[in-house]
T-cell receptor
Framework: EAGVTQSPTHLIKTRGQQATLRCSPI?????VYWYQQALGLGLQFLLW???????NRGNFPPRFSGRQFPNYSSELNVNALELEDSALYLC?????????????FGPGTRLTVT | KQEVTQIPAALSVPEGENLVLNCSFTDSAIYNLQWFRQDPGKGLTSLLLIQSSQREQTSGRLNASLDKSSGRSTLYIAASQPGDSATYLC????????????FGTGTRLQVFP
């Protein structure tokens, strides 16, 4: 069974540009989560999508947005990039099964803003 | 506001030692707790998940315990190997309808031959 996949692996942008990151969940999983891992700041929750709807978002400005498609894949958009947006962006998926909500993570997209 | 802390921040041990990694959280009203490992620059690999009603979970050389009332979890690694070298993260899920994970600060483990 294929795991969570993310693309691209690396992304280099300049300040002010827009970045689009993509995530494909494990087959059958309906929930997708986005996390940011910036140097020195640890893993921070960004967004949660379930059944095509945004269910929760972390403490990030509105220029971080995303969506979930009918096939449950997701994309994260970051507008007006700032230098501090440089980070590893991790996507995770899960499926509720008997009360368990174990999250499975992808390999991440390394975003560098210059 | 939930805060998750891991001690120690870094650990370097010789191969073969048994290890204990600690995770503490300030709000005991959690739904579950997950332990992950992260290799440098990579994603997270789920190791163990403990529901709030459980006391421990085991997988191979790994054993995780949970004491919800005192806000603590430990990850026990038996007979450590160089391949265990990684950063270990614990994360708590606060509630049924709050699906985000709140991560700890991580323990960076190095096991040398």
């Amino acid at each position: 069974e294929a795991g969570v996949t993310q693309s691209p692996t690396h992304l280099i942008k300049t300040r002010g540009q827009q970045a689009t990151l993509r995530c494909s969940p494990i087959s059958g999983h309906t929930s997708v989560y986005w996390y940011q891992q910036a140097l020195g700041l640890g893993l921070q929750f960004l967004l949660w999508y379930d059944e095509g709807e945004e269910r929760n978002r972390g403490n990030f400005p509105p220029r971080f947005s995303g969506r979930q498609f009918p096939n449950y894949s997701s994309e994260l958009n970051v507008n007006a990039l700032e230098l501090e947006d440089s980070a590893l962006y991790l996507c995770a998926s899960s499926l509720e099964f008997r009360g368990l909500y174990e999250q499975y993570f992808g390999p991440g997209t390394r975003l560098t803003v210059t | 506001k939930q805060e998750v802390t891991q001690i120690p921040a870094a650990l370097s041990v010789p191969e073969g030692e048994n290890l204990v990694l600690n995770c503490s959280f300030t709000d005991s009203a959690i739904y579950n707790l997950q332990w992950f490992r992260q290799d440098p620059g990579k994603g997270l690999t789920s190791l163990l998940l403990i529901q709030s009603s459980q006391r421990e979970q085991t997988s191979g050389r790994l054993n995780a315990s949970l004491d919800k009332s005192s806000g603590r979890s430990t990850l026990y690694i038996a007979a450590s190997q160089p391949g265990d070298s990684a950063t270990y993260l614990c994360a708590v899920r606060q509630g049924y309808n709050t699906d985000k994970l709140i991560f700890g600060t991580g323990t960076r483990l190095q096991v040398f031959p």
